[in-house]
Nanobody
Framework: QVQLVESGGGSVQTGGSLTLSCVAS????????MGWFRQTPGNEREGVIV????????YFADSAKGRFTAIRNEVKGTLELVMSRLKPEDTAMYYC?????????????????????WGQGTQVTVST
């Protein structure tokens, strides 16, 4: 069992920055994956960034490339999502997710169905 707690959401203006944090606790496996997903009303939840905690190998969604990055601390079980040059289309509820099933590297890392553990979400609003 893994518990996830997110923090750092808020409201920023276009072009601003935010850093979200996720803390994992419980039965943390050496094959732990952690990631950030987001969802807007009426849309499917989509993966943003997922990282293999042991190695640091990261898979980025196209929307995140060049603007977002993830910073992990394997020992502490934490994952930060560092977001820069934010746009209104980044407005969403952001969720931290985790899983311990070994995954082949690829876009499947961004599929919400791959993750068994979820945080409660933190809202990010980017205003014009």
């Amino acid at each position: 069992q893994v518990q996830l707690v997110e923090s750092g959401g808020g409201s920023v203006q276009t072009g601003g920055s935010l850093t979200l944090s996720c803390v994992a606790s419980g039965s943390l496996d050496r094959n732990l994956y952690m990631g950030w997903f987001r969802q807007t009303p009426g849309n499917e939840r989509e993966g943003v960034i997922v990282i293999q905690m042991r190695t640091g190998l990261t898979y980025f969604a196209d929307s995140a490339k060049g603007r977002f990055t993830a910073i992990r601390n394997e020992v502490k079980g934490t994952l930060e999502l560092v977001m820069s040059r934010l746009k209104p289309e980044d407005t969403a509820m952001y969720y931290c997710a985790a899983d311990t099933t070994v995954k082949e590297y690829g876009s499947r890392w961004l599929a919400p169905s791959e993750y068994n553990y979820w945080g409660q979400g933190t809202q990010v609003t980017v205003s014009t």
